[in-house]
Antibody, heavy 116, light 109 residues
């Protein structure tokens, strides 16, 4: 049973870079697409972007200039960096596995607050 | 950009009743690319339906999906207490590559 676990700082200052890592256990990170999805408190879901195990990426157009997703297959981890954050980036951040156009496995989520 | 609009925003029903949730796309889409999720408070979303009508692993058969073109429906045949949650539809394709509806909250009447 594949499990995903997000980790990283829960508080980031405005204008700084948000950095999160997702660790995949119980299965290989290879041959799948891995996404980051966020949810502002009390609001809906927003897809941020994905990375394939070979390193190819695709990002949400509205975030593309600030987002970098990377992968370390040797550690079974992938990571999110979101630069120049503002209060609008405060959200629960989920990592998820995408398979055949749907997200079939999710991490529990981690709340990141942007505040000075 | 294809926009997904879910209705109603909130649905108030009693256990044992039938729930019908709608997801409408702003233009015609392939049913292959339409999925539904359930999210309970404090939890990550859980995949219920993919390909518009296929149940994900372990999902009870009281959950069913249907539709094509621009109109898709999630039906819960007989509501159990654990079914009260927020439901999202999700689409693959267009730009952004993945998008979600705004959600329908299913609450106990």
């Amino acid at each position: 049973q594949v499990q995903l676990q997000e980790s990283g700082p829960g508080l980031v200052k405005p204008s700084q870079t948000l950095s999160l890592t997702c660790t995949v256990s119980g299965g290989s990170i290879t041959s799948y697409y891995w996404s980051w999805i966020r949810q502002p408190p009390g609001k809906g879901l927003e897809w941020i972007g994905y990375i394939y195990s070979s390193g190819g990426t695709n990002y949400h157009p509205s975030l593309k200039s600030r987002v970098t997703i990377s992968i370390d297959t040797s550690k079974n981890q992938f990571s999110l960096q979101l630069s120049s954050v503002t209060a609008a980036d405060t959200a629960i951040y989920y990592c998820a596995r995408e398979r055949a156009y749907r997200f079939d496995c999710w991490g529990q989520g981690t709340l990141v607050t942007v505040s000075s | 950009e294809i926009v997904l609009t879910q209705s109603p925003g909130t649905l108030s029903l009693s256990p044992g009743e039938r729930a019908t949730l709608s997801c409408r796309a702003s233009q015609s889409v392939s049913s292959t690319y339409l999925a539904w999720y359930q999210q309970k408070p404090g939890q990550a979303p859980r995949l219920l339906i993919y390909g518009a009508s296929s149940r994900a692993t372990g999902i009870p058969d009281r959950f069913s999906g249907s539709g094509s073109g621009t109109d898709f429906t999630l039906t819960i045949s007989r509501l159990e207490p654990e079914d009260f949650a927020v439901y999202y539809c999700q689409l693959y394709g267009s730009s952004p590559l993945f998008s979600f509806g705004q959600g329908t909250k299913l609450e106990i009447k």
